[in-house]
């Protein structure tokens, strides 16, 4: 397995940030995990990729928006490149969400 640090780290004046990896998997892992809104507690269960190459969690701006997950704006947006270094065609990561995380009961099932 190989991974490559990310480059292009936080730079001065709002610039974008460029997020870069190489990563071989094996095999997919797919888990069930719950997220929650911190001050509700309400959320979803939703099936995930258990990804160790990545540089943080990541969540589908669209399914944020439909469960209701409160939005914040990033100062600088974050560049996402593919495995051959050419831009992810989602685009940037410009907004994050405060959850909370748990695995769920169901992650075991069949």
Known sequence: MQTEAPKGRARKGGEQREVRRTFKMLREVWLNIGVEKVDTYKGVIVKVLLD?????????????????????????????????GTNNSAGAITHQVEINVYLSQTSFGP
């Open 52 to 84: 160790s190459g990545t540089t943080g969690m990541f969540m589908d701006q669209k399914m944020a928006v439909r469960h209701g997950f409160r939005l914040q704006k990033l100062e600088r947006p974050i560049v996402v490149r593919n495995i051959n």
